[in-house]
């Protein structure tokens, strides 16, 4: 039977970052997974407003308000992976995806997917995660994956889109992007001002 140990890596000023490991069998397994901008904590707010491109360890310019998200528990998650010598996955929502992307340019994982990931660092920074297996998936009209600017920012890795009907396109077609995008804010518009009604004849 398989046993999963899940042990909290850090949670000061309310991070989350979790790293599970399953290890008694053939193909042992480490998922290492951070979780997103925390409405309700003003210290994440403020992160992600910190959007000064600054230098990065591993190379390039990174995202100011991330590296140092991601440095104030660096000890504490270098400890917890330092012991991981087999396959290990990182992941991350949001902010969670930020701090997984800088985390895997210092510590090379099997694999990066992040979902809703804004964009973390210049072309520089990008290129020192070439060849990291993953995915990056960008639900629809998520605002968070259109930040930073792209003057200064760039994407790590192609986009996995989930389209308003929820199915995932590949490297969409920007012309495709946009009728989807526009579809689902007419959705959007339609369906919460029908609610509204409804809740004001009730």
């Known amino acids: 039977m398989s046993v999963l140990r899940k042990r909290r890596a850090s949670q000061r000023r309310r991070r989350a970052l979790f790293l599970a490991v399953r290890d008694d069998g053939e193909k042992p397994l480490a998922v290492l997974s951070i979780r997103g901008t925390d409405a309700d904590d003003p210290t994440d707010i403020a992160t992600d407003a910190d959007a000064i491109l600054t230098p990065w360890e591993a190379g390039g310019n990174v995202h100011e308000g991330f590296a140092k998200a991601l440095n104030e528990v660096r000890p504490t998650l270098d400890n917890a992976l330092k012991s991981i010598n087999f396959k290990i996955l990182f992941t991350g929502h949001s902010l969670g995806a930020a701090l997984a992307t800088l985390q895997a340019s210092v510590r090379r994982p099997d694999a990066l997917y992040t979902f809703g990931s804004p964009r973390v660092g210049d072309s520089q920074f990008m290129s020192r995660l070439s060849g990291v297996p993953g995915r990056r998936y960008v639900d629809c009209c998520?605002?968070?994956?259109?930040?930073?600017?792209?003057?200064?920012?760039?994407?790590?890795?192609?986009?996995?889109?989930?389209?308003?009907?929820?199915?995932?396109?590949?490297?969409?077609?920007?012309?495709?992007?946009?009728?989807?995008?526009?579809?689902?804010?007419?959705?959007?518009?339609?369906r919460y001002c029908l609610e509204d009604r409804k809740r004001g004849s009730a």
């Open 142 to 190: 998520d605002i968070v994956t259109r930040l930073p600017p792209e003057n200064c920012f760039v994407h790590v890795g192609e986009p996995y889109y989930i389209k308003l009907d929820r199915s995932i396109e590949f490297r969409p077609d920007l012309k495709n992007v946009t009728d989807d995008q526009n579809a689902a804010r007419e959705d959007y518009l339609i």
